[in-house]
């Protein structure tokens, strides 16, 4: 039986280029934040790593370069590995990818600094506390769903869609909704985190398909409302799948891009948009004219806007922007904006994420 509070362990591999100690704060905070017990280990070689392999807890390896150490990846399907640079991960065997089971193959996190190590922890607690079930939708390896249910399924149950954001960059990914994803099983949703082919390696058509065929699924044969919740960049691809899927019947963006045309006018995240989309709103306006949810108004569904009021400035005012436009559009829309930051919004014990769910919980019948 799976321990509700796992311990963790977090194992640094021979010729890892960061400094210990510091990894060790790092993640002794978030030890002491999600309620576990844990600590950091360095293992010298491939032998003492496979020992470490078999800690019966949660397992985080940072591996360092060494081919030897990486070559264990996919045989350990309980850990997460974290390379702290934008990194492939080892390739997968054949028949690994694009399979459906339960959600525990390999996990790689990458590109995200020192600060993935907290993303890391997190996800590797949160898939021993509430497992979820892998849903493939495509045969690309990033075209899968995880999907938690609740403890006691009702007869009408509703369906909650998560979207991460990242600016539609693949250092990041699903498990950045994990959490919510738990505490939405928690309060009756069947929840769906979705992963999907990001802009930066497979372009814009390969994005906005991805998440319309995620949506499409999980609102097939739903026995309640479907919500589809986006964070950041997520959530202009939901706005945008709700647009073009009527069985959406409530869509929230958490600290969403929501004018693209202006978010490219003001280069975010380092011209962000423009790479995504393939060009600049000047370049290719028929792509921003199609995904902008500012330039699809009215969109036709009922709209909750969240923003966390110390986020970046540029993303208060689109967010404020955009509810007033579409409350002027004829859309029914709520602007909730509290103080909390980018990720606030999507932290389970945050005011901001606590009044956003008390929303979406309102609209499940």
Request: proline share 5%.
């Amino acid at each position: 039986m799976i321990s509700p509070i796992p311990n963790v362990l977090v194992v640094t591999g021979p010729g890892l280029v960061a400094d210990l100690r510091l990894l060790t704060e790092v993640a002794d905070r978030e030890f002491e934040a999600l309620g576990v017990s844990g600590k950091v280990s360095a293992v010298p070689d491939v032998s003492g790593l496979q020992a470490a392999l078999e800690f019966p807890g949660a397992v985080v390896v940072v591996p360092g370069p060494e081919a030897e150490i990486r070559s264990l990846f996919h045989g350990h399907s309980r850990a997460v590995w974290l390379d702290l640079t934008k990194s492939d991960a080892p390739p997968a065997p054949l028949g690994v990818a694009g399979e459906t089971g339960d959600a525990t193959s390999a996990t790689h996190i990458h590109g995200r600094g020192i600060w993935g190590l907290t993303w890391a922890i997190r996800h590797a607690v949160h898939r021993l506390r509430r497992p979820a079930k892998r849903v493939a939708y495509g045969d690309h390896p990033d075209q899968w769903a995880e999907v938690r249910l609740p403890h006691d399924a009702a007869e009408t149950m509703p369906v909650a869609v998560l979207v991460h954001g990242g600016f539609w960059r693949s250092i990041w990914a699903a498990d950045l909704m994990d959490a919510l994803s738990i505490d939405l099983a928690e309060r009756g949703f069947a929840a769906w985190n979705l992963e999907y082919r990001r802009a930066d390696l497979h372009g814009w058509d390969a994005t906005t398909e991805d998440v319309a065929k995620g949506v499409a699924l999980a609102a097939r044969g739903a026995s309640g409302p479907v919500v589809a919740i986006g964070h950041s960049a997520g959530g202009q691809l939901v706005l945008r799948a709700a647009a073009d899927d009527p069985r959406v019947t409530l869509v929230v963006s958490l600290a969403g891009v929501l004018d693209l045309v202006e978010g490219d006018r003001r280069h975010l995240s380092s011209g962000a948009v423009a790479a995504a989309l393939g060009g600049s709103a000047a370049e290719v306006p028929e792509v921003y004219r199609s995904s902008s949810p500012l330039e699809r108004l009215p969109l036709g569904v009922s709209q909750l806007i969240v923003q966390g009021g110390g986020d970046d400035l540029d993303l208060v005012d689109l967010g404020r922007r955009y509810a007033r436009a579409a409350q002027d559009s004829g859309d029914e829309v709520i602007y909730l904006e509290m103080s909390g930051d980018h990720f606030d919004v999507i932290d389970r014990a945050s005011p901001i994420w606590r009044a956003t769910a008390g929303v979406i919980a309102d609209h499940r019948f």
